[in-house]
Structure formats: C-alpha cells, structure tokens
C-alpha cells in the first residue's frame, strides 16, 4: 500500500483483558492447545475467550468468543485463499478456484471439522445451546467422516461449532502477534483433509441455477414459512409456462432447505431423463 502511495502504519495492539478466573480453571488448555497442532498460549486467557458462548457468560469472563469469530473469519478466508493460490499454480480458472475455497471455508466445514476434533466438549454454553450441539453430534455420526467439505451434507449443524473453529483462529492470530502462517499452521490439522480438485465436491446450488439458465428454465420465487424453529421451503420450476417440478423440504434451517430442494431436483432429473 506503501507503494501505490498510501501510507500506512502496521501497529500491533498488545493484547490486554482483564480476568478475574485461571483458564485452567474452567477449561483444558493443554489437551486443546494439543489439538491446535500444539500451539502454546502465550495467553490462555484468549483461548478460554475463544470457547465462551454469550449463554454462559460468567462474571469472571469479561467477554464471549464473538469479536474473535469475526476476526478468525477474515484470517480463515485469507490463509486458505492464499494457500489454494500458491498450491495450484497451473490452475487458470478462478472460478474453480472460487469453489474450492467454498467447499473449505463454510459453516458445515467448520462444524464438522470441530465435532472430528472433539472440541465441543470443551464450549462453555447454555443447556439450550449444549443440546443444539449434541444434536449436531448426533447428526454426525450418521455422516461420513472421511471429509469436512460441506457441500454434500443434507443436515443442520449448529452455527456455534463453526464459530468456535473461527474464534479460535482469531484467538491464535492475536496471541501470535498477528502470525497469518501460525494460524494456518495450528487451524489447517483440524480441516484435513483440504480439498483437492479431484475430491471437491459439486455445488449443487450452482449446478442447479446454471442447468435452469441452460435449458431457459423459470425458476419461480420459492415459498418459505418456518414454524417452531423448521423451515419448510417449496420450489417451483418452470417451462413454457408449465410447472415441471415441485419439491418442499423441510428441515431446520433456510440454507439447508434451499440445499435439500436443489439435490433433489437433480436426482429428479437423472431418475427421469428430464435432460
């Protein structure tokens, strides 16, 4: 920036909050700091931050894992960007490139990635938000655990789980003194194995939109209601004024519904040679 002639001055804020509780307290700083790829805390009180929810706010916290889970979340984009950049030199398609770092960075991939390592055992939470969490741990082990891509899950995970996968790369980045390759290096063991070129898989939004464009197919605005905490999802799509498919799914949330509507669309189509 300093070259294209805007000035600017990196300071690095020292890290200063104020507990009134040791870490050790209330979590396993050495077991978690071992599944960080034995990453050591210069400040543990950062990871015990990193793994509060604001259900379970103690007057010794001062605060929950929110600032760091924004902070983590950009640090996550930019080092799995940069590394999918440099590993595929050849790779000319930005686009492709754009998808897999969609299948690595998202909700589920995170969630994912967090029940694998056990870390929701270590969350300070609500009972509500606990029982959300085994829900997703339950969910889990019905699902194949040879990947953490998010794209191919047909289920709702809870959103803490990959807030705390975010909150605790903010956590290492702030006590690294703001180390992009230390993050990479503590968080990348969790969400192994990266996705390659040959193991990514489809975007099933992207392959639905694209095949309505291709065969000029009207996809109708989709109908949406959600009662009791589930959302039920209705999609129309149209040719030549005529509706030749109907799908509603209803499961817990709107992205996961919109997911659920598109797969099966496709699966209608290779069971009846729409194509």
Same mark, same amino acid.
């Given at each position: ?11 690095h ?9 040791q870490?050790?307290k ?6 978690i700091?071992?599944l960080l790829?034995?990453?050591s805390?210069r400040?543990?009180?950062?990871l015990? *931050?990193?793994? $509060?929810?604001? =259900?379970?706010? !103690?007057?010794? +916290?001062p605060g ?5 889970? #924004? ?27 754009t ?18 390592a056990?870390?929701?055992?270590h ?13 997703t ?7 194949s ?5 998010g794209? *191919?899950?047909e $289920?709702?995970? =809870?959103?803490? !789980?990959?807030? +705390? ?7 290492? #980045?702030?006590?690294s003194?703001y ?27 992207r ?5 309505c464009k291709?065969m000029?197919?009207?996809m ?9 905490g ?10 030549k004024?005529?509706?030749?498919y109907k799908?509603?799914?209803t499961?817990?949330n ?5 997911i ?16």
């Amino acid at each position: 920036m300093n070259w294209v002639g805007i000035k600017v001055d990196l300071v690095h804020i020292a890290y200063e909050r104020h507990f009134q509780v040791q870490p050790e307290k209330l979590i396993d700083v050495r077991h978690i700091e071992s599944l960080l790829n034995n990453y050591s805390f210069r400040h543990p009180h950062l990871l015990l *931050e990193a793994l $509060t929810h604001r =259900s379970c706010m !103690l007057p010794q +916290i001062p605060g929950c894992y929110e600032r760091l889970e #924004f902070l983590g979340d950009a640090v996550l984009d930019y080092v799995i960007t940069f590394y999918l950049y440099n590993k595929y030199r050849a790779m000319s398609s930005p686009g492709f490139l754009t998808d897999m770092r969609s299948a690595s960075v998202n909700n589920d991939c995170y969630a994912l990635s967090a029940v694998k390592a056990g870390l929701h055992k270590h969350i300070l939470a609500s009972d509500n938000v606990d029982n959300d969490i085994a829900n997703t741990v339950n969910n889990f082990g019905r699902l194949s655990i040879e990947s953490t891509f998010g794209w *191919e899950i047909e $289920t709702y995970f =809870s959103e803490v !789980l990959a807030d +705390i996968i975010e909150s605790l790369a903010g956590a290492i #980045f702030v006590d690294s003194e703001y180390d992009k390759d230390i993050v990479f290096q503590s968080i990348c063991p969790l969400l192994e194995p990266l996705v390659t070129p040959e193991t990514m898989p489809l975007n099933h939004l992207r392959e639905f939109k694209d095949y309505c464009k291709k065969m000029q197919y009207i996809m109708k605005r989709p109908v949406i209601s959600t009662q009791n905490g589930v959302v039920t999802r209705t999609i129309e799509v149209e040719a030549k004024g005529v509706v030749i498919y109907k799908h509603t799914s209803t499961v817990s949330n709107n992205r996961t519904a919109e997911i659920v509507a598109c797969i099966f669309f496709l699966r209608s189509l290779k069971e009846t040679n729409l194509e």
